[in-house]
Nanobody
Framework: QVQLVESGGGLVQPGGSLRLSCAASGSISSLNAMGWYRQAPGKQRELVATIRSGRAATYLDSVKGRFTISRDSAKNTWYLQMNSLKPEDTAIYYC??????????????WGQGTQVTVSS
């Protein structure tokens, strides 16, 4: 019904930047909330950033001031700009959305995940 496709991961040196993108397609009436999660090896998945219409974005404390979430509503796409990356940011990053479908169901969709590795 709804597909989320991520792009933009990769290998970057400490202090570098990456921008992740997540494009939603399918039976979408509206995107109620969008976000990014990450999961490092041996750790639980954690919420990194969220964005929704009419509300301020929220961030994990450890990424505040370094990461920025944004959206392009016309394209059903949202982004995570990651600056001043640290080795502890290494993880698989997943995008996530709460979607109102054209059938009026409210569902949660996930992207396939993209690897971000911060290493010298």
């Amino acid at each position: 019904q709804v597909q989320l496709v991520e792009s933009g991961g990769g290998l970057v040196q400490p202090g570098g930047s990456l921008r992740l993108s997540c494009a939603a397609s399918g039976s979408i009436s509206s995107l109620n909330a969008m976000g990014w999660y990450r999961q490092a090896p041996g750790k639980q998945r954690e919420l990194v950033a969220t964005i929704r219409s009419g509300r301020a974005a929220t961030y994990l404390d450890s990424v505040k001031g370094r990461f920025t979430i944004s959206r392009d509503s016309a394209k059903n796409t949202w982004y995570l700009q990651m600056n001043s990356l640290k080795p502890e940011d290494t993880a698989i990053y997943y995008c996530n959305a709460v979607v109102r479908t054209t059938g009026w169901a409210l569902i949660t969709s996930w992207g396939q995940g993209t690897q971000v590795t911060v290493s010298s």
